[in-house]
């Protein structure tokens, strides 16, 4: 059943863009022992295995405090929405050059709205399936996605769902449930929410969540990010550390009882000891970030500006946060010997 708007829930003001991180397909085990050989010589080469994309500068939606749209997010290089872009045969033709050039195991496709320049994506998607890359594209599911991306290998839709939909509803219409529900038949997508303070400390809140989403046929998977803000941020969304543990802790409650929902341990511990600076982000240094011009990058993660890692909320950051912290043999940390063949690969790559 859909919730009407009428709903007495918590009062959003606003979300950040989600933080789906192009380290997910690591975390979803989407690669397997041989992709991970090939994502350690890359590193060793001086390469990224992770590349992003913010494909257009537009967006029909309007979501409140939108990090993609704020003006430090591009750390001066000016704003998403006056930046100039491309479309058409220039922007199939510019992105397979990026691809080429960066040759990553991994792309995310970002906007503002993919689902502005579907059409391009019509054509790019089988090319990058070709070239044998996992693609993930983050999507409010605005409009129809295309039937043909279906059969698509290697191809995962995320689509941002902020809550229930009272709270959904009245940030990021005219992505509305009743849109996307339309939107998504014959898919099959993974649902990604960031909890805020208001949702997290809703009793029951994403119990009633999950029960939605995870019995929508549709549905593979259920992925939950935290809200994470800038340095010295007072936003009303911030969790507090008590909330913050509360809401891992019920995480790793509901993933018994529902199945979709993925928050391995993992997860889990890198959610409760975030890196404590992008040096120490193994996400943010295997991830390359170009934004609409696809010139410019989005330093130092896909938030921009000066996130603030110590209350991080990304998913992929928080799973390779706790795979640094595992110590091979029990004495060596993975993060060390990340740390050398990572200043080996610079030393390659600038030589
Ligand atoms: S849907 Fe558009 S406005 Fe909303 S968070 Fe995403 S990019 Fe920002
Ligand atoms: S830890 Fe910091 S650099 Fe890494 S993803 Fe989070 S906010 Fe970005």
């Given amino acids: ?98 691809v080429d050039q960066h040759k990553p195991l991994h792309l995310s496709i970002v906007g503002g709205e993919p689902l502005v320049r579907f059409r391009e994506l019509n ?37 941002s769902i902020d809550g229930l939909q009272p709270e959904h509803d009245e940030r990021r219409k005219p992505a509305t449930y009743e849109r996307i529900l339309r939107h998504i038949e014959g898919h099959s997508i993974i649902v990604h929410c960031t909890a805020t303070s208001q949702t997290a400390e809703s009793p029951g809140y994403f119990e009633e969540f999950m029960e939605f989403w995870s019995a929508r046929k549709e549905v593979r998977q259920i992925w939950m990010s935290i809200f994470t803000p800038q340095l010295g941020a007072t936003d009303v969304e911030i969790l507090s550390p008590e909330v913050r543990e509360k809401f891992i ?40 970030n170009y934004t609409a011009d696809l010139k410019s990058k989005v330093t130092p993660c896909q938030f921009g500006g000066t996130p603030d890692c110590s209350q991080c909320g990304c998913m992929a950051s928080s799973g390779l946060a706790a795979v640094g912290n595992y110590k091979l043999l029990n004495i060596v940390p993975v993060r060390s010997i990340f740390n050398i063949s990572d200043r080996i690969g610079k030393a390659v790559g600038s030589g």
């Fill in 1 to 98: 059943m859909i919730r009407d708007g009428s709903g007495s829930g918590p009062k959003i003001r606003g979300i950040r863009k989600i933080a789906v991180c192009t380290g997910d397909a690591l975390q979803r085990g989407l690669l397997n022992r041989s992709d991970v050989i090939r994502a350690w010589g890359k590193i060793l080469s001086g390469r990224y295995p992770n590349l992003s994309i913010e494909i257009t500068r537009e967006c029909p939606l309007r979501c409140p405090g939108c990090y993609a749209y704020e003006p430090e997010h591009l750390n001066g290089a000016g704003q998403l929405r006056e930046l100039s872009d491309y479309k058409g045969d220039a922007l199939v033709e510019k992105v397979l050059a990026l």
């Fill in 123 to 159: 054509v790019l998607l089988p090319k990058l399936s070709e070239r044998g890359i996992v693609v993930q594209i983050v999507t409010s599911a605005v409009r129809e996605i295309p039937a043909e991306w279906k059969d698509i290998p290697g191809l995962y839709i995320v689509v």
């Fill in 249 to 288: 802790n019920s995480m790793t409650e509901l993933r018994e009882r529902f199945p979709k929902l993925l928050f391995p341990d993992r997860v889990a511990n890198g959610y409760r000891e975030p890196p404590r600076s992008p040096e120490e982000c193994i996400f943010s240094r295997t991830t390359l």
